[in-house]
């Protein structure tokens, strides 16, 4: 099982549609770099936080933290690859 949560990866992969790095996110978010990625790769997260995330990501809190929609791949799978639970292809 994938030990990044649903919510992490999904930072990870908004901030990487959007071309930022790390340090790009913190200066709008107000987090450190180890901080944002500790989040990215399943770490804890704080409701202030999460909520400076999803206002830098003009997202809004309930669709960071909406349930994934496959425990694998959160119906998002990398690039030219297929999930193997749900079946959805990623794009190359």
């Known amino acids: 099982m994938n030990a990044v949560s649903p919510f992490g990866a999904r930072i990870a992969r908004e901030r990487a ?10 200066e709008k978010t107000g987090i450190s770099v180890g901080g944002l990625a500790k989040i990215e790769h399943g770490g804890g997260v704080t409701l202030s936080s999460a909520v400076s995330l999803a206002s830098a990501l003009s997202l809004s809190l309930d669709v960071l933290t909406a349930p994934a929609s496959c425990p694998r791949c959160d119906g998002v799978p990398p690039p030219g690859f297929t999930c193997n639970d749900c079946g959805r292809g990623g794009t190359p």
């Open 17 to 26: 549609k959007r071309g930022w790095s790390l340090r790009q996110l913190g």
